[in-house]
């Protein structure tokens, strides 16, 4: 009777032992549940960017929350904010990879002459805006930094530091900066006015008549008195 009692305590111990190593593995199961594994980790970044761009883009800058984001991914909201953290800095990767074939405009002048950099640029600039790929997330950058001052300011930042600084850097003179403002105000006016606003005759005319007006005018800021 002894050795029948000392069995099933040995077999209870056992089993006690066994679901206490099965609480530990489920404890270290339980401490990453909501964080993907590593090697799925930048799928869910980009599938989160995703949404993040089509929320900004549908309902723009005002009405979007990281809340609604998350919903729109299929993840939690503490994920959005281990990735990206406040909404102004999701906005901000969002529009930087939205924005990012714009901003390679500046490439349009790298290792070439200066002469002829304006109509390179101009044509490269258009050609973005006339893609329907491309231009439908400039778009809801556009109208979120047209409305919203955070958003504003989000926009700003991106296009000076890695738009207008690399342009000025291309030109050899001492109000450098200015000329890249000018070039890109140009740019910009005539984008807001064709795609945004979309104010005839502008909005249907052939962008190739446009280009030929425009590409001076910004060769002008950049190598003109």
């Known amino acids: 009777m002894t050795d029948t009692t000392s069995r099933g305590a040995g077999a209870t111990d056992r089993g006690a032992g066994a679901g206490g190593r099965g609480s530990a593995a489920a404890g270290r199961s339980g401490r990453g549940r909501g964080r993907p594994r590593r090697e799925e980790a930048g799928d869910t970044r ?51 990879v939205a924005f990012a074939p714009a901003l390679n405009a500046s490439y349009a002048l790298a290792d070439a002459p200066l002469e002829g950099a304006g109509e390179r640029l101009t044509r490269f600039f258009f050609g973005i805006w006339e893609n329907p790929t491309t231009r439908t997330p400039l778009l809801a950058i556009v109208r979120s930094a047209m409305n919203n001052d955070t958003a504003a300011a989000v926009f700003r930042r991106l296009v000076a530091s890695q738009l207008l600084r690399r342009i000025a850097g291309r030109l050899d003179t001492p109000d450098a900066e200015l000329r890249a403002e000018l070039a890109a105000a140009q740019l910009v006016g005539c984008a807001m006015l064709r795609y945004v606003i979309r104010l005839e005759p502008l909005a249907s005319a052939d962008v190739e008549q446009i280009i030929a007006r425009v590409a001076p005018v910004v060769q002008g800021h950049f190598t003109g008195p």
Do not use: C, M, N
């Open 46 to 96: 980009d599938h989160i960017l995703t949404a993040a761009r089509e929320e900004f883009s549908e309902r723009g800058y005002e009405k979007t929350s990281v809340r609604g984001i998350a919903k729109a991914a299929g993840v939690d909201s503490a994920l959005v904010h281990h990735y990206f953290g406040t909404k102004e800095q999701v906005f901000e990767a969002a529009i930087e």
